[in-house]
T-cell receptor
Framework: QKEVEQDPGPLSVPEGAIVSLNCTYS??????FMWYRQYSRKGPELLMY????GNKEDGRFTAQVDKSSKYISLFIRDSQPSDSATYLC????????????FGGGTRVLVKP | KAGVTQTPRYLIKTRGQQVTLSCSPI?????VSWYQQTPGQGLQFLFE???????NKGNFPGRFSGRQFSNSRSEMNVSTLELGDSALYLC????????????FGSGTRLTVV
């Protein structure tokens, strides 16, 4: 079983809907959590970076971390066709600063 | 400000050959990490270099190696290529501590035939 699990999708939503994405993980040592967006033929682009449990909001994006449940979420409000991409969660332990463990990614399709 | 630059973008090699990929980090970033992305395994950490020293290593065979130069540019090398090495190889650069997150390049698509 992988350390970080993510539903591969695809997740199809109409334009303007809320996109809800999540990851579960098994390593309780993970303390830093990230969400990346990856378009086809491009590298991942950092969307959100959070430390430990709690919520963080940035524009249309809200990231939530529940360490007690080992569960993280990303919500995208007012989704646009340009949000169609693969979304990857990533996390790391405190000691390994630049070693990220990724989920497999969820493909999202926002239909006009 | 220029992003992370990876060269070449595409590469086709034959089984048994070796290959060298290059990564130029964002100016001022001293840490460079390498990842392999495949449809089956997703993104997997290969290794990380900081100030010309390897700080972390993932679970890949010794055929995968890397190095970092004094200007923070990094190269990774794969020897004795296997069909299963076909993947998108991504590098990411960050400031020391990684607090600002990690910026990825667009990757090198390696196909082994």
């Amino acid at each position: 079983q992988k350390e970080v699990e993510q539903d591969p999708g695809p997740l199809s939503v109409p334009e303007g809907a809320i996109v809800s994405l999540n990851c579960t993980y098994s390593n309780s040592a993970f303390q830093y959590f990230m969400w990346y967006r990856q378009y086809s033929r491009k590298g991942p682009e950092l969307l959100m970076y959070t430390y430990s449990s709690g919520n963080k909001e940035d524009g249309r994006f809200t990231a939530q971390v529940d360490k007690s449940s080992k569960y993280i979420s990303l919500f995208i409000r007012d989704s646009q066709p340009s949000d169609s991409a693969t979304y990857l969660c990533a996390m790391r332990i405190k000691a390994a600063v630049n070693k990220l463990t990724f989920g497999g990614g969820t493909r999202v399709l926002v239909k006009p | 400000k220029a992003g992370v630059t990876q060269t070449p973008r595409y590469l086709i090699k034959t089984r048994g050959q070796q290959v060298t990929l290059s990564c130029s980090p964002i100016s001022g970033h001293r840490s460079v990490s390498w990842y392999q992305q495949t449809p089956g395994q997703g993104l997997q950490f290969l290794f990380e270099y900081f100030s010309e020293t390897q700080r972390n290593k993932g679970n890949f065979p010794g055929r995968f190696s890397g190095r970092q130069f004094s200007n923070s540019r990094s190269e990774m090398n794969v020897s004795t290529l296997e069909l299963g090495d076909s993947a998108l190889y991504l590098c990411a650069s960050s400031l020391e501590g990684g607090g600002g997150g990690y910026t990825f390049g667009s990757g090198t698509r390696l196909t082994v035939v």
